[in-house]
């Protein structure tokens, strides 16, 4: 999964004109004033239109002869790119983002653990048991917590021996990611272990439906602390 923001002036270029147009701030349909954008970025005309590219890919933008460079309507860009959905992700991100990201956890997580009660394999018990043990160990880093969490969501959609499934780690990682920064980065959180545990226990147990019990309730909790943390902003 690309992440441009580590490749120097281009993935700053791609990053921040990907955010103004997610945002709103350059709108649908409206034509891109290249070289008032280059000015005011500081950065070469080559720079900018390999920038654009990359949007390009993802749908975002496109060019045409005599209009020039401009943002495709919504329904074109490729909302499942990994890159698109983190650029959603900002102090500004619309609660509807994080509401939509849970709705597709809830219909792909527990299906994927009922899946990985029958068909995980001994190697995918032992990464699940290594991502619950790497959670147990984070003892409240956040950084350590997210990056637990997410070898935990990776282990279990690779359980199910799905490939279609396992592509969804686009979708719920990069989400996921962006999610446990916002509750794992508060003062307070309550202890991820024992939910992601008993998920654990039932995969080991080859019980599908305790297994998918498990996770709902592993993702009622999860909805629990984004509004916790919701309430806490609209309080501050």
């Known amino acids: ?136 160990a984070a003892d409240g880093d956040p950084v350590a917590a997210v990056a637990a969490d997410l070898l935990f969501h990776r282990a279990l959609l690779a359980a199910t021996h799905n490939e279609l499934l396992e592509r969804m780690e686009i979708v719920i990682e990069t989400g996921l990611a962006e999610r446990d920064r916002l509750v794992h980065g508060g003062e307070h959180h309550d202890d991820p272990v024992p939910s992601h545990r008993a998920v654990v226990e039932a995969i080991h147990d080859r019980d599908p439906d305790a297994a998918e019990r498990a996770m709902r309730g592993l993702l009622a909790k999860a909805v629990h602390d984004v509004a916790r943390i919701r309430r806490s902003k609209e309080e501050q």
């Open 1 to 136: 999964m690309a992440r441009y923001a580590h490749r120097g002036v281009h993935g700053q270029t791609v990053e921040i004109v990907a955010r103004r147009i997610l945002s709103g701030g350059i709108a649908e349909g409206e034509t891109l004033n290249i070289v008032a954008l280059q000015e005011e970025l500081g950065v070469s005309l080559t720079a900018l239109r390999e920038a654009l590219k990359v949007l390009s890919a993802k749908g975002i933008v496109d060019a045409r002869q005599r209009r020039g460079t401009f943002v495709r309507p919504r329904t074109d860009w490729n909302l499942l790119d990994g890159d698109v959905i983190r650029w959603q992700f900002d102090e500004h991100t619309d609660p509807r983002l994080l509401d939509e990201l849970h709705e597709v956890r809830t219909i792909v997580e527990p299906a994927a653990a009922r899946l990985a009660s029958d068909r995980a394999t001994e190697a995918d018990l032992a990464a699940l048991d290594a991502a619950l043990g790497a959670m147990a």
